[in-house]
């Protein structure tokens, strides 16, 4: 079984300020995914990195690939409390019976205040 | 177009009773997931159907968890009987096609169960 390990797992931030949550793991992820999650709802997919070393710009969020595939970073520039939610790393296997199979890391929980 | 549809959104029940829970994918996908979330960690999965098959459960406590997908478009899980480390968020999510590095996953709002 593949893990995930997200850190930190809580962050607690004035608007304006900027953040980065990590997700690293000793395996290899064909692709990872990040999502985020509101109380009461399900996770909402942000993006998909699938080359090693990628970089994808979704307005204030950047997210990274390792270029091991291995790992991944969101960074968050001026948060805004509409930030505020659940942040879900996931990776999709990378092959054999079990390719696309995504496992999740624990989360990290974001507020961003006022 | 529609999203993934869960019902109820929330259930309390006490232990050793039995509880279902209902998804309806979005049109069209063919795989369909059940995962567990227990409050502070990321989804488990629990089950995975393609189309009407099984294709993963490794992960589905058999003793007391079932699933079914009868006809290939909505989906049944079912606990009989409950413990109190039930007690989490079931998430039914459907992808396109179920594989592939792009795999990309669409979630209902899931049903929050307490056993108690």
């Known amino acids: 079984t593949q893990l995930l390990e997200q850190s930190p797992q809580f962050l607690s931030i004035q608007e304006g300020e900027n953040l980065t949550v990590y997700c690293n793991s000793s395996?290899?992820?064909?692709?990872l995914q990040w999502y985020r999650q509101e109380p009461g709802e399900g996770p909402v997919l942000l993006v998909t990195v699938v080359t090693g070393g990628e970089v994808k710009k979704l307005k204030r969020l950047t997210f990274q690939f390792g270029d091991a595939r291995k790992d991944s970073s969101l960074h968050i520039t001026a948060a805004q409390p509409g930030d505020t939610g659940l942040y879900l790393c996931a990776g999709a296997e990378a092959g054999g019976t079990s390719y696309g199979k995504l496992t999740f890391g624990q989360g990290t929980i974001l507020t961003v205040h006022p | 177009e529609a999203g993934v549809a869960q019902s109820p959104r929330y259930k309390i029940i006490e232990k050793r009773q039995s509880v279902a829970f209902w998804c309806n994918p979005i049109?069209?996908?063919?795989?369909l997931y059940w995962y567990q979330q227990i409050l502070g960690q990321g989804p488990k999965l629990l089950i995975q159907f393609q189309n009407n098959g099984v294709v993963d459960d490794s992960q589905l406590p058999k003793d007391r968890f079932s699933a079914e997908r009868l006809k290939g478009v909505d989906s049944t899980l079912k606990i009989q009987p409950a413990k109190l480390e039930d007690s989490a968020v079931y998430l039914c999510?459907?992808?396109?096609?179920?594989?592939?590095?792009?795999?990309?996953?669409?979630f209902g709002p899931g049903t929050r169960l307490t056993v108690l």
């Open positions: 049109s069209g996908h063919a795989t």
């Open positions: 395996s290899v992820f064909s692709s």
């Open positions: 999510a459907s992808s396109l096609r179920g594989s592939g590095r792009h795999n990309e996953q669409f």
